[in-house]
């Protein structure tokens, strides 16, 4: 798929496609062409600010697909895919055909601030080129966890995904020499240790999990919106609406995004935080069956996430929970949720969302793990389950789960017609143990006996087949 370098149009018309077929060579705003830009004071700064604008763009984007490939939510509505949910996944879907240019984008956009954009404009800061080398480093994170293989430049062949979580980490190591702030730095070494876990590198993903934590044991990072000039996070729209119902036993961290006080409120998404190095810490233990610290880094993020903030009386009295769906979901404190017919009943995973009541969301990271459920399991396996319903509950509505099922993304048609090496690369990675049917999102439900009772227990799916390669990289 080749990318012209129009990405100067791209960023002054915030999000214009970078597909050849969908989007002519040449000069999109005929008053404005590459020279003139850089000839602009302050170009760099417009440059930046389109970059972060589509960058969030893409993120809502991103999380909205990916979350519905996953056991988090289901679509219950008509808008979005329809077909993730099964997960059917073809790579003549326009949402792959998306999502792969949605990487391209974020790295073309980068290359050309870094490329040209800096040497054109001597006022260029140490902090913009951190921002775009992030952004371009985060492409190729994208691509690693989510494509079985893409392209790594503008017209290249398809590479294998560990290929673009190696250049990831090669990109954030670059970037670690613009970085300013304790913050910046802990950020970046937790991408890299996000990258080095997914290729199953448990040396190094231990490392900069610990490089990071040593810089800050609390940063977020996340990107931000502008509802006031249509930057809007789209998964909002769908999970603070009625479109995406999220899994019964996560229902009590719904909506993480929501409007408070403004039609126009768009919430952030969080891309790094520090619970991801504590949850790799602890995953390298039990690879080490070395249950007693892995049992103390758990109650360490437990710790933190009890710190989060909690959004309290929000209104989401519009919430049905059905709201002429395709199914109806539980909507009351009342039930009580099992993860599958061989797990306890458990309470207080349903909020009462009726009018009068208000609701509390914890919207940077959330989870009904205790210390009794950590103390509990007496071998490795158990308490495997326990740390992956922690990372399902932490990154909910973050665009992870997928990753950790183990789900890949094809290379898209158009991809496929152009590129000879992309025919190896054109079927979809879902591993045998996804249950198809959009059966990830069954459940039974009582409503005489409030009782809800999910038909797969995916963490406990992913632990049985932690000696697969697709799911647990430190088991591999």
């Not at 970059?51 to 509505?77: C, H």
């Not at 879907?93 to 040497?119: I, S």
């Not at 990109?171 to 876990?197: C, P, V």
Request: proline share 4%; charged share 20%.
């Amino acid at each position: 798929m080749k990318i012209y370098r129009y990405a100067l149009m791209l960023l002054l018309t915030a999000g214009v496609s970078s597909c050849e077929l969908l989007q002519p060579d040449g000069i999109v705003n005929p008053n404005v062409d590459e020279e003139a830009f850089l000839a602009t004071p302050n170009a760099m700064t417009t440059w930046v600010n389109g970059a972060n604008s589509s960058f969030a763009t893409i993120m809502g984007s991103y999380v909205e697909l990916t979350e519905i490939l996953s056991d988090n939510y289901f679509n219950n509505y008509s808008q979005s895919s329809k077909v993730f949910d099964f997960p059917t996944i073809l790579y003549t879907d326009v949402d792959v055909t998306n999502l792969q240019r949605y990487v391209g984008t974020l790295r073309e956009t980068a290359n050309q601030g870094l490329n040209v954009v800096a040497k054109a404009d001597n006022t260029t800061t140490d902090a913009q080129k951190f921002n775009l080398y992030y952004i371009k480093g985060y492409s190729y994170l994208l691509a690693g966890e989510y494509f079985v293989g893409l392209p790594i430049e503008n017209g290249g062949e398809v590479k294998p995904w560990k290929e673009h979580l190696n250049l990831a980490i090669s990109t954030f190591t670059e970037s670690l020499q613009y970085a300013s702030s304790a913050d910046d730095k802990a950020f970046i070494n937790t991408l890299m240790a996000r990258a080095y876990y997914r290729l199953g590198d448990k040396t190094n993903a231990v490392k900069y999990a610990n490089a990071a934590l040593a810089l800050s044991t609390n940063f977020v990072k996340q990107v931000v919106f502008d509802g006031n000039n249509g930057v809007n996070n789209s998964m909002q729209g769908y999970i603070y609406g009625t479109n995406f119902q999220p899994l019964p036993r996560l229902d009590f961290l719904d909506p993480k995004y929501f409007q408070k006080s403004s039609a126009y409120e768009q919430r952030a998404i969080s891309i790094a935080k520090a619970e991801e190095p504590y949850l790799i810490l602890a995953e390298a233990s039990l690879a080490d069956n070395d249950l007693t610290t892995a049992r103390n880094t758990m109650k360490s993020l437990l710790t933190l996430v009890k710190s989060r903030a909690v959004q309290t009386e929000v209104n989401d009295q519009l919430e049905g929970r059905y709201n002429g769906g395709y199914k109806k979901y539980p909507d009351s404190s009342d039930y009580k949720v099992a993860a599958s017919a061989t797990d306890p009943l458990r309470s207080n995973l349903v909020l009462d969302r009726k009018a009068p009541n208000l609701i509390s969301i914890p919207y940077i990271s959330g989870t009904s793990v205790t210390a009794e459920m950590i103390d509990a399991p007496t071998a490795a396996d158990g308490l495997l389950e326990v740390l992956y319903l922690m990372r399902q509950e932490i990154f909910i509505a973050e665009g992870r789960r997928a990753a950790d099922l183990g789900i890949r993304l094809p290379v898209c048609e158009t991809e496929a017609a152009n590129t000879p090496s992309a025919s190896n690369y054109i079927t979809a990675q879902i591993p045998s143990f996804i249950p198809l049917n959009q059966d990830m999102d069954a459940f039974d439900m009582d409503a005489t006996a409030k009782t809800v009772v999910i038909k797969y227990n995916m963490n406990k799916v992913i632990v049985s087949n932690k000696s697969s390669e697709y799911v647990v990289p430190f088991s591999n």
